[in-house]
């Protein structure tokens, strides 16, 4: 009964010299190469007795997935066996004799066989880039799911870049080869190939967790740092104005804090949620609303949410500010929407300006350094009256509940 052994390859078609080393080391332990899967490249080896055999791969001459029989025969003339086919790129030639010639005695004919690869080779690395590119300018489009997910956020972009390394990598060594074959200089046919294996099992091991639910985990431990609290039952300074210094009328009562109601992102109730990280050491979002206390009122409400954050530098709390205003400012089922923005003087502060929205609420902006304030208020009163009223939170220091 033969044995089969499979191993994945984790070898980059940009390093064929390891892939053949890599072959090479295998027979002399006595596992000899038979075929590779083609999407997967998953080796299948059978056991044999140990030798000094040699594999070479040449570079796939244009789509075909099989060489030609002339090309076969041509090759087994002088040696050297067809054995299988390494992903679309390369033919895997094989030699028992070690004392065989070498399948190519000049570089520039070799050359000519790299120069298709490199350039198909190129395209898909663009391709993948571009794609890394969009992924990880995610946090600068929406900046502020930097500071709601922080673990997600890192662990996804330590995996795209090591992804985005990995191909340019290959891409830069594939020409390497090419360029080196075009100066007349041979492939040497030995290299290293464990520091490889290690790079593309830590990616593809990153790869699989981002995949798997471990990336879900991610995103339950970023939820389970914030704390959420009864507005009327924190006692230590927040930085909020309440409904009733607005203006608000008797008949117009706040309803009690209920954890039910909130599960949803856009479900009002009194409460508060703080959290901290390395790159907002306070963050707070703080929802008010009040209903009218006549139940033959209209079914209407007024309410103010207020996001507070202290940053780790003055840029970080400038886009994150934008992202949450803008998110504040969006109107649902209106697209193109555009609030227009009215500056303030305020002294002392980095940015200061009022939005109107639709007339239906309005939207507070300070920024003072690296501390933002934004203030999505629905109601009878103006936040401009009350413009000196949340400059003063500013004076006040706050620790994360």
Not at 90 to 109: G, K, M, R
Not at 223 to 243: G, H, K, M, R, W
Not at 354 to 374: C, E, K, P
Request: hydrophobic fraction near 45%; glycine fraction near 4%; include cysteine.
């Amino acid at each position: 009964m033969k044995h089969h052994l499979y191993l994945p390859t984790f070898l980059p078609v940009s390093f064929p010299d390891a892939m053949e080393t890599f072959l090479e080391d295998m027979a002399k332990k006595g596992w000899f190469l038979k075929k590779v899967g083609y999407f997967l490249s998953f080796c299948q080896f059978e056991k044999g007795t140990p030798a000094p055999v040699r594999y070479r791969l040449e570079p796939v001459p244009d789509t075909v997935r099989t060489p030609s029989a002339e090309m076969v025969q041509f090759y087994e003339d002088f040696g050297w066996k067809y054995l299988t086919t390494f992903s679309h790129f390369f033919f895997i030639f094989v030699a028992e004799n070690p004392d065989t010639p070498e399948i190519h005695c000049d570089p520039l004919v070799q050359a000519k066989g790299y120069k298709r690869m490199c350039r198909n080779f190129s395209v898909f690395g663009l391709a993948a880039l571009v794609l890394l590119t969009i992924f990880l300018g995610i946090p600068l489009y929406h900046p502020a799911f930097l500071l709601e997910c922080p673990r997600f956020s890192a662990f996804a972009l330590v995996t795209l870049l090591a992804f985005a390394v990995l191909i340019l990598w290959s891409v830069l060594r594939l020409w390497k080869i090419y360029r080196n074959l075009s100066h007349g200089n041979p492939i040497s046919h030995h290299k290293g190939y464990l520091h490889i294996l290690s790079l593309q099992t830590i990616a593809l091991a990153l790869f699989v967790l981002f995949l798997l639910p471990f990336s879900d985990k991610l995103m339950e431990w970023d939820e389970n740092d914030q704390i959420t609290q009864s507005l009327t039952a924190v006692e230590e300074p927040l930085p909020y104005v309440p409904l009733a210094e607005m203006g608000i009328s008797p008949d117009w009562v706040q309803t009690p804090y209920d954890p039910i109601t909130i599960g949803g992102k856009n479900s009002d109730s009194n409460y508060v949620r703080s959290r901290s990280n390395v790159l907002a050491p306070a963050t707070f979002q703080i929802s008010q609303t009040a209903y009218h206390s006549d139940p033959n009122m209209p079914a209407v409400a007024t309410s103010m949410t207020s996001y507070y954050g202290e940053m780790a530098n003055s840029f970080l709390a400038k886009i994150v500010g934008m992202d949450f205003a803008n998110l504040y400012a969006d109107t649902p089922g209106i697209s193109g929407y555009k609030m227009e923005k009215e500056p303030l003087s305020l002294s002392g502060f980095s940015e200061a300006y009022y939005g109107n929205i639709l007339g239906n609420a309005q939207l507070l902006l300070l920024r003072q350094d690296n501390r933002v304030l934004i203030v999505h208020y629905a109601g009878d009163a103006s936040l401009k009256d009350h413009v000196e009223d949340f400059a003063k939170l500013f004076t006040q220091s706050y620790t994360p509940l």
